[in-house]
């Protein structure tokens, strides 16, 4: 108890340094799984935020950008101990970064005891900008994505569906938000199914889901685990026995797709990004990205990396430098800015993004796996909050 007590002076101490000192350098504590699970998500963050860095540059209102990178393996525990050393002895002025949603809100009273904006830009579940007011998002939300999907479906001949999610916060989301809009539109959910998040085996799951024979499964497993997944749908022969892949796009991958052979060609899903999103913004993004890390394909969580150091640099430009957290998060609602994905902002009421969601299928182009758009949805809020209004 007395080392919380500790530890809750120490934070609102920090707030109160990094008001009152007129600092040259302005440091981001950017916490990320580069190693475990969900390494691929650090490594696509970790590229986009240095290719922001060398397109823009380290010095914004007149402030130095010092980024402090550091491995949490998406253990919350972990996460929640290197905030409070990045807050209390690195003086940090932001948190960022965050793979899955339990390191995300595990940070959440930290942010709000500091008083220091959290930058969340990969994590997924709708509840967790409501956790603090100093939280804004350039990721996602699952919802977002899952209702758009059930409408999809439904319009176009898919009537029975089984479900199959990450048993944690972001699958239900998922689960739950697509199974509510597809009801509505006159579909059936017969089975719903939750696999293990930690090194999962799809195999029981992909067998119970055939036996129940429905049109399409609605998929959500988080970045990183869409090509085992893949591989197992397609050794047991769901492919074959003409049962669909549907769901948001973090089963395709973009990351992964091109590996995921042709049992995933004419995958349709609904996602915020595709490597293949035909703007010149996005064409010069991906071939920079790749060029500067030895080929690799940026993902969906490259985008979210890359928006959230814009985020970060756009405000501090508006506050002329200013590390105060309530002037930073009073700069970043509303702000509107095109990104690789298409136009983008920050809802000024719930400091959650706005953004496009587009309907894809998984096509050759060029001898290569693309998720190619064909239809698009403008500035989609987050279902998932307004449905509890
Ligand atoms: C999450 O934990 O919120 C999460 C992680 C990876 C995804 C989506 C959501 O692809």
Redesign the pocket.
């Known amino acids: 108890m007395f080392r919380k007590q500790l530890m809750v002076a120490a934070l609102a101490l920090a707030a109160g340094a990094s008001a009152a000192y007129a600092q040259d350098t302005v440091k981001i504590g950017l916490i990320l799984p580069m190693t475990g699970q ?1 390494a691929s ?1 650090g490594k696509q963050i970790d590229a986009a935020v240095k290719l922001y860095m060398a397109r823009h540059g380290n010095m914004v209102a007149g402030k130095k950008i010092e980024v402090v990178l550091k491995d949490d393996a998406a253990v919350p525990d972990n996460t929640k101990r290197i905030a409070q050393e990045l807050i209390v002895n690195d003086k940090v002025s932001f948190v960022a970064g965050f ?4 390191t ?1 809100l595990a940070v959440a009273p930290l942010a709000t005891q500091a008083k220091i904006p959290e930058i969340v830009m ?4 709708s509840i ?1 900008t409501e956790r603090s007011p100093y939280i804004v998002r350039t ?2 939300t ?1 919802p977002q994505s899952s209702v758009i999907m059930a409408d999809w479906a439904a319009k176009n001949g898919i009537k029975k569906v089984v479900t199959i999610v990450s048993d ?3 699958g239900m989301d998922a689960q739950n938000s697509f199974k509510d809009q597809f009801v509505k539109a006159g579909g059936a959910v017969v089975a719903e199914l939750k696999v293990p998040l930690a090194n999962p085996d799809f195999a029981p799951f992909l067998q119970r889901a055939r036996d129940a024979s429905p049109d399409a499964l609605f998929v ?5 685990q869409g090509g085992t997944f893949m591989k197992q749908y397609a050794e047991r022969g769901l492919d074959k026995a003409g049962i669909k892949i549907i769901g ?1 796009g ?1 089963v395709t ?1 973009d990351d992964l797709l091109n590996n995921m052979g042709d049992a995933v060609l004419g995958t349709v899903t609904a996602h915020l990004y595709s490597a293949a999103h035909p703007s010149p913004a996005n064409k010069s993004f991906v071939a920079e990205f790749k060029k500067a890390n030895g080929g690799m394909r940026p993902n ?2 490259a985008v979210g990396g890359y928006d959230g150091m814009h985020l970060i640099y756009e405000a501090l430009k508006k506050t002329k430098g200013s590390t105060n957290g309530d002037a930073l998060i009073a700069a970043m609602k509303g702000m509107a800015w095109e990104s690789p994905r298409g136009p983008i902002s920050i809802d000024p009421e719930t400091r959650d993004i706005i953004q496009n969601i587009y309907i894809r299928r998984v096509e050759k182009v060029g001898g290569e796996l693309y998720n190619v758009e064909f239809s698009k949805f403008d500035a989609v809020k987050d279902p998932g909050k307004a449905a509890k209004k």
């Open positions: 969900q998500t793979g899955i949603t339990p995300a990969a994590a997924g579940t967790i990721s996602f699952l944690y916060a972001p959500f497993v988080p970045s990183g948001p973090d991958d969906f969580m």
